[in-house]
């Protein structure tokens, strides 16, 4: 399977927004932030199609996120991944002096895969020190 | 049922000060005015709470008394040697000014979320000067409104529609019409070629696409108000503007000193620069120039790519020259609703907008060296307090881990990575929902955040769990002070 070379950018969405105001443990939220909008040419270029998984990597780390065409492009050799815990794994934390990590332009490669994508209790497991969890149970009455 | 009005919104720094909240007994049932993001809070906020205090014991978190955890919490910031003190943007002024003493108290560092936000924009902001002003001001004589590293359509959903294009102002007229109508037209357009593609009309089609390129050329009436994107992707805010740009990531520095350049009708010596014509670049500099009130909003897109602070530099000595030929103002898109308040009570408390460090007993102020990132980066911090604010979602993977290796009190009113996380959870109120204070707008315009329903039983707003901790810090040095007496005695 072929590698690309992007340009990772990190945002605000509407709807990242809106589902961390719902709960950063729920479903949707996963299902806003886990996702790399792609150039559909990219996309066809990597053999990637709408929903599949892909591995995003940079030198501070991997991750997986499912790939989703970018309705506004065409912006080929940058991809977008929504500001969340996911995103974290792969962006710049060196500041140059100012306090501020890099969070966008960050030279990465995706590629297909058919790794899963991790869910945020595991991110939290594996990524930050394996504590046991142990917050209050989410409510959704 | 009851309608509370003019609720001012606690989501993001527009502050919309026109919600109205329906409430049946003590619950919120509707809300109206709010854009997605705020319906989405006043309407989920109580879905997913942190009710009762908790205490890490034997690797798990478990319940504990309001008191216990308050204790721990002051044992932990009294025993660290350079405890931060981290968030605060989504909370009232007045919990802030406690946050101040207390960290004083136990000689840490305070920053907020602006460090990872606009904290280059306010060093930018301290080297060259603001041409600032207030949205009301925009609202009703702006003619020229340019987004740069910004989609308020997704981050501050009703700024075009409060502040700024899609607004009726008293000189300024609303764009929806244009707008409308030109949504009209692509749709019409789309179907036509849709139309002439399927039955091959082959003159028909060349007509269509030629009107697309005609339209795509820059044509705009004088008495209208304009917008500008520039951004490196086209996103919503894109769709609406008169003018979309497209930069290179990590271009903007040179994009905004080649328009510098132009103003001063300077001549370039190459085709593009980021990614840009040289003959776009120029078609903006002259709606620059020919503008009667103009304004940059920015964003992290300005902030958080190659250049950082010197972006804002560039973006803010752009409006200073662009003040020799007409009136032009700029302005940071700022984030949490109360970012702008974080700044404004740590300036008028210590001096200094964010990154205060109370280590030497006096505030120290050096964003770079004690800026939350870089300290946990270098790993100098043994504690942590984190309040109103979610890191563990937000900062990048290695501060993130350098935070949760050290003793780590939250305070929150929603269950949080963060919190999760925690060695002490104290469970808070949702400030503007349950919990009255002062926000600040991002034009620097102080507005009461409302107390619209009852908190459940135990949560407690940050103002008062703050002072508990703060009694109870001074109480530990108190007691360790009167027993160090009592062995020179």
């Keep these: 399977m072929d590698t690309l070379k992007v340009s990772l950018l990190t945002g605000r969405t509407v709807n990242q927004g809106k589902w961390k105001e719902l709960g950063k443990l729920s479903r949707e939220y996963m299902e806003s932030v886990a996702v790399c909008e792609m150039d559909p040419q990219d996309m066809r270029r990597v053999g990637l199609r709408e929903g599949r998984n892909v591995k995003v990597t940079t030198r501070f780390g991997s991750v997986v996120v499912k790939a989703v065409k970018s309705k506004r492009g065409p912006h080929p050799g940058k991809v977008f991944i929504p500001y969340g815990p996911w995103s974290n794994i792969v962006v710049d934390p060196e500041t140059d002096g100012t306090g501020m990590p890099s969070l966008k332009g960050v030279e990465a490669t995706v590629e297909p895969t058919e790794e899963p994508i991790m869910s945020l209790e595991k991110i939290l497991m594996r990524c930050y020190g394996g504590r046991s969890l142990g917050g209050e149970e989410r409510t959704d009455a | ?489």
């Excluded at chain 2, 319906?39 to 014991?57: C, E, G």
């Excluded at chain 2, 899609?166 to 692509?186: A, H, K, P, V």
């Excluded at chain 2, 300077?266 to 003959?279: K, T, W």
């Design chain 2, 1 to 489: 049922m009851r309608k509370v009005s003019a609720v001012v919104c606690p989501v993001c720094g527009c502050c919309c000060d026109d919600i109205e909240v329906i409430v049946d007994g003590n619950t919120i049932v509707d809300v109206v005015n709010a854009c997605a993001l705020g319906a989405s809070k006043f309407l989920n906020y109580n879905k997913h709470r942190q009710r009762r205090p908790m205490v890490r014991k034997g690797g798990r978190l478990v319940e504990t008394s309001l008191e216990e955890a308050v204790r721990r919490s002051a044992e932990i910031l009294v025993e660290a040697s350079y405890p931060i003190l981290y968030g605060w943007s989504s909370t009232s002024c007045e919990a802030i000014r406690v946050g101040l003493e207390l960290a004083e108290e136990v000689g840490g560092v305070i920053d907020n979320t602006s460090t990872i936000c606009h904290g280059p924009s306010v060093l930018a902001v301290q080297d060259v000067g603001l041409s600032g002003c207030t949205l009301g001001q925009i609202r009703h004589r702006a003619d020229l409104i340019i987004y740069w590293g910004c989609n308020p359509w997704s981050a501050h959903p009703r700024h075009m529609e409060r502040y700024t294009a899609l607004t009726e102002g008293r000189f300024q007229r609303s764009l929806w019409r244009r707008l409308i109508l030109r949504f009209y037209t692509d749709s019409m357009r789309k179907k036509m070629l849709r139309v002439a593609e399927l039955s091959l009309i082959k003159r028909l089609l060349d007509r269509i696409k030629a009107g697309r390129a005609e339209e795509a050329s820059y044509t705009l009436r004088r008495e209208e108000r304009k917008v500008v994107v520039v951004d490196v992707r086209r996103t919503r805010t894109a769709d609406l503007a008169d003018y979309f740009l497209r930069v290179e990531p990590g271009k903007d520095y040179e994009v905004l000193q080649a328009l510098r350049a132009l103003i001063r009708d300077e001549e370039l010596d190459v085709d593009e620069v980021g990614g840009i014509p040289v003959e776009s670049l120029e078609e903006l500099a002259d709606l620059m120039i020919g503008c009667r009130l103009g304004i940059i909003f920015f964003g992290v897109g300005l902030t958080m790519s190659e250049g950082k602070i010197r972006n804002i530099d560039a973006a803010i000595s752009l409006t200073r020259d662009l003040n020799r030929y007409t009136k032009f103002l700029i302005m940071p898109m700022r984030g949490h609703f109360n970012v702008t308040g974080a700044n404004i009570v740590s300036t008028w408390q210590t001096g200094y907008p964010y990154a205060v460090d109370f280590s030497q007993g006096y505030p120290r102020y050096n964003p770079g060296e004690t800026s939350v990132v870089d300290i946990l980066l270098r790993g100098d911090s043994d504690a942590a307090l984190v309040i109103a604010s979610d890191p563990v979602a937000t900062f990048p993977r290695a501060a993130v881990k350098s935070l949760v290796e050290n003793p780590l009190i939250v305070i929150t009113p929603d269950v949080t990575p963060t919190s999760l996380m925690a060695d002490v959870v104290l469970p808070s109120t949702f400030v503007g929902i349950e919990t009255a204070g002062t926000t600040y707008r991002m034009d620097h315009v102080p507005l009461p955040l409302k107390g619209v329903v009852e908190p459940p039983e135990g949560c407690l707003p940050d103002e008062e769990l703050l002072k508990m901790i703060l009694r109870e810090v001074r109480a530990i040095k108190g007691e360790a002070a009167a027993s160090t007496a009592l062995v020179k005695a």
